[in-house]
């Protein structure tokens, strides 16, 4: 009977903090970032260097060797076990996915900026989307260290060119669940 209770209590302990972090270790290599709920990938608008440019998600584009175009080519750097940064190989200095103006509110937009190690609102921790699952999760939640909250796209949109945002994590929405694809 105390098995019972122990189980229902870290049971109800999950369902209330939500899916648990996770940290999947993919080398060196870069990735496409997929949204699962629209299936197109995070770039940067107009494939643009500046700071300040806004993600995007886009139709995948590959060059003749199957690599992703650099816009859309995202690599993970790691600060420690939980939290990193996502560098984007389209500009000379891979900037990082930054939060704007390191915003906490919802709807900010997604932006590139020069890589800061010392800000927040560019490290991001990847929760597993599926903690009951023993296999090796497949999509992710990208919670910004900064907000605490998801990187989403705006209302399930499937249109090229929409915007990616923060907003507060929902563990059921699977527009802000993501793929970290190999190309």
């Known amino acids: ?4 209770a122990t189980t229902m ?12 972090a996770a940290r999947a270790d993919f080398g060196d290599g870069w990735r496409s970032l997929v949204n699962i709920r629209s299936g197109l990938v995070l770039g940067i608008e107009r494939s643009s260097n500046a700071n300040a440019a806004k993600v995007i ?26 939290w990193f940064y996502l560098r984007n190989a389209g500009t000379p200095d891979w900037k ?5 103006s390191s915003s906490t509110a919802n709807n900010a937009p997604a932006i590139q900026y020069t890589h800061q190690p010392q800000n927040w609102d560019q490290q991001w921790e990847m929760i597993d989307s599926r903690p009951e699952v023993v296999t090796i999760p497949t ?8 907000s605490m909250k998801c990187l989403a ?6 249109s090229p060119g929409t915007v990616a945002v923060q907003y507060t994590c929902l563990w059921n929405n699977d527009d802000q669940m993501w793929e970290f694809k190999d190309n």
């Open 1 to 4: 009977m105390a098995t019972t």
């Open 9 to 20: 209590a870290a049971s109800a302990l999950v369902a209330l903090s939500g899916p648990t």
């Open 57 to 82: 998600q886009w139709t995948p584009i590959y060059q003749p060797d199957g690599q992703a175009v650099p816009d859309q080519d995202w690599r993970q750097e790691w600060v420690d076990n939980r």
């Open 96 to 100: 990082a996915l930054a939060i704007g």
């Open 139 to 146: 999509f992710y939640f990208l919670r910004n260290r900064n």
């Open 153 to 158: 796209i705006p209302s399930g949109s499937q």
